[in-house]
């Protein structure tokens, strides 16, 4: 399934932010950042990324709500989707 980009652009934004975030972890490790920095930064990051998964698969199943409507999700593939990010 392929979102709009309307319903994309805050996952987007989202991961960008994370990805810019895990630029700063690397640039910190390669400085030689005190570790503990590193990991509580690594963390957010970690947390950015999960957030966007959970909201790329939220998106997702919206779209398929009204656009297919709700006797034409797939329950086993949404299952797998949602585990998939646990």
């Keep these: 399934m392929q979102l709009p980009d309307d319903e994309l652009k805050p996952v987007l934004t989202r991961l960008r932010r994370a990805h810019g975030h895990l630029a700063t972890v690397i640039r910190m490790l390669e400085e030689g950042a005190e570790c503990e920095d590193a990991?509580?930064?690594?963390?957010?990051?970690n947390k950015a990324?999960?957030?966007?998964?959970y909201a790329l698969v939220a998106t997702g199943l919206r779209h398929c709500l009204i656009e297919e409507g709700p006797d034409?999700?797939?329950?086993?593939?949404?299952e797998k989707l949602f585990l998939s990010m646990a």
């Design 72 to 78: 034409n999700v797939d329950q086993a593939k949404l």
């Design 39 to 45: 990991l509580t930064q690594l963390a957010a990051v």
């Design 49 to 53: 990324i999960g957030r966007g998964g």
